[in-house]
């Protein structure tokens, strides 16, 4: 096999195989239970599978328009007014996109020039560093207030310099599970106030807030509209992953120079699937009733914890758990995430990884959007450590 004659200078140098790819292989090598990844194992609606056959049939399968075909562009808008209060114009300020990472990526890559810094809170999401990084900019970061991962905005004001570009925020939160409050929002559009500062607002789980909160989007506040890509997945909402389709909401003047990088890498999206959403986001039930589903699964896997010696942390939003093990084992949690994989069957996500320098806390991250016979097996197993 030819080898390359030269030398490569990574952008990335520090980069490796994602956690997440390197947990799901481990499952499948060891045949374990995975509550790692962040998928469901559960198939999509039934009514969603027929649309597809319904409209790759249709003959829609040559290029949809860049910016995403007109009446899921409308769906979009009419969704974030509906649940939000703010209307985007649906021509210059929604794009439909392959997937909420792609939207981050393109949005850092439209916004950061070679020494911007970009604020990120720690533990944070494992894209956000890499697409600062290879397009020159500077990670900077904010810690969130353990156990409770809460912002400490006093220190998000002290982190801001003239470099400061951009602030990438999650809510809610992947990989802690936190919501953002109103108060949380408030803060942060006070912050903001007297700069040019981007926000890129990944909010992939608007649909998944627990226990009667309501999800707090930028799109609510005037002050953060007017200065937010706002992000969301399909995939997540319709637990279809695999398909990689999301969209994005932004003013006009940022949404230009998202479009210039879009139509340049992806340039299109997936366009048959298109159709496909448009009419099954008429069924606002599909969304509306998300959080109770996974409310119900989130309770169902604690309640099955109930004897073990893990302690819960609040999971507030996502299909995510935090257990921590303090009472278990000492060891570090990558160590033990391997272990608890090979020897008794079950995968998990060290939270440690989505830090720069770890802080001494035992945790790991268990997913819960698996059929209740998975969570009960995977339950058992944890009970008895």
């Known amino acids: 096999m030819p080898t390359y004659p030269g030398q490569i200078h990574s952008k990335l140098p520090h980069v490796g195989t994602t956690i997440f790819t390197v ?6 090598e060891y045949k374990a239970i995975n509550l790692s990844q962040g998928f469901p194992d559960f198939d999509c609606a039934p009514e969603l599978r ?5 409209h790759f ?7 949809p328009p860049m910016a995403g075909i007109v009446p899921l562009r409308e769906a979009v ?5 509906s649940l939000y209060g703010a209307r985007y114009d649906v021509e210059h300020e929604v794009t439909i996109v392959p997937g909420a990472t792609y939207a981050i990526y393109t949005a850092v890559a439209a916004l950061i020039r070679p020494g911007d810094e970009v604020l990120l809170f720690e533990p944070t ?3 956000y560093a890499p697409a600062v990084e290879v397009h020159g900019g500077v990670p900077v970061y904010v810690q969130l207030r353990y156990p409770e991962y809460s912002i400490d905005w006093q220190a998000v004001e002290a982190a801001i310099t003239p470099k400061t570009r951009a602030i990438i ?3 809610p939160h992947n990989p802690t599970a936190t919501v953002l409050s109103a108060e949380d929002l408030r803060l942060l559009e006070a912050v903001l106030k007297k700069t040019d500062i981007v926000v890129i607002s990944d909010e992939v789980y608007e649909h998944i807030v627990f226990d009667g909160h309501q999800h707090q989007s930028v799109a609510r506040y005037p002050g953060l509209a007017e200065r937010s890509f706002f992000i969301s997945s399909f995939g997540k ?4 992953t695999g398909w990689k389709m999301g969209y994005v909401a932004a003013p006009r003047e940022l949404m230009n120079e998202f479009r210039k990088v879009h139509q340049f890498n992806a340039f299109v999206t997936n366009g048959p699937l298109q159709y496909v959403f448009a009419e099954y986001m008429k069924n606002r039930d599909a969304y509306l009733q998300l959080a109770a589903l996974y409310q119900q699964k ?3 896997f604690l309640d099955a914890l109930k004897g073990s010696r893990f302690k819960p942390l609040p999971s507030r939003g996502t299909f995510f758990q935090n257990l921590s093990y303090e009472a278990i084992s000492e060891e570090k949690d990558t160590d033990l995430a391997v272990r608890l994989t090979k020897e008794h069957g079950v995968a998990s996500i060290p939270v440690s990884v989505f830090y720069r320098q770890p802080p001494a806390h035992r945790v790991l991250r268990f997913c819960f959007a698996k059929s209740e016979e998975t969570l009960k097996k995977g339950a058992e197993i944890l009970s008895q450590l």
């Open 23 to 28: 947990m799901s292989r481990l499952a499948a």
């Open 50 to 54: 027929a649309l597809v056959t319904k």
């Open 57 to 63: 049939n249709a003959g829609v399968n040559q290029y």
């Open 77 to 81: 808008a009419e969704k974030i007014e």
């Open 125 to 127: 999401y494992d894209s």
């Open 169 to 171: 925020l999650n809510t």
């Open 237 to 240: 909402t319709y637990s279809v």
């Open 298 to 300: 989130r309770d169902f």
